[in-house]
């Protein structure tokens, strides 16, 4: 049976820190630009929304941990098959990653939902520092 060689803390410590850059990115970086984009206002945060961020939290770091660990795999052959090595071999594998999935899959959202192109290029922006931080963090500790 092939064994691929996983490492789990790296990939805890990735969930972890795409937590921190999404309170980053969402909060004092671009908050209110975000929150206009999305046609929100702080006032009209109810207490309901805001019991339920606990739950969104969880999800939300349940899912990086999931985008990470599927990083790894693409880091780990890679590495074997193309023999791409070093931290800035991480980066560019997490580029082609968010290029070829997150970026395409996304499109929908202005395609079809009517969101602007700047709340797309913000939210695209955020995943992509996300998976290149996750890609270097994850080949760091290889």
């Known amino acids: 049976?092939?064994?691929?060689?996983?490492?789990?803390?790296?990939?805890?410590?990735c969930g972890i820190v795409s937590m921190v850059i999404g309170?980053?990115?969402?909060?004092?970086?671009?908050?209110?630009v975000w929150m206009g984009l999305m046609?929100?206002?702080m006032e009209n945060m109810t207490e309901e929304k805001k019991k339920g961020?606990?739950?969104?939290?969880?999800?939300?770091?349940v899912g990086s941990l999931f985008m990470a660990y599927v990083l790894s795999f693409n880091l780990i052959f890679a590495a074997t098959y193309l023999k791409m090595t070093g931290l800035?071999?991480?980066?560019?594998?997490?580029?082609w990653n968010w290029l070829?999935?997150?970026a395409p899959v996304t499109l929908g959202s202005v395609l079809w939902e009517g969101k602007s192109w700047k709340l797309w290029l913000l939210n695209n922006g955020y995943q992509l520092v996300t998976l290149?931080?996750?890609?270097?963090i994850l080949?760091?500790?290889?």
């Open 1 to 13: 049976m092939f064994q691929v060689p996983i490492n789990y803390l790296a990939i805890l410590v």
């Open 23 to 32: 309170y980053l990115w969402y909060g004092p970086l671009f908050g209110k």
């Open 39 to 41: 046609g929100m206002r």
């Open 53 to 61: 961020m606990a739950k969104s939290y969880f999800m939300m770091f």
């Open 88 to 95: 800035s071999a991480g980066a560019v594998c997490a580029f």
């Open 100 to 102: 070829g999935f997150i």
């Open 132 to 136: 290149v931080v996750m890609g270097t």
């Open 139 to 142: 080949m760091a500790w290889r």
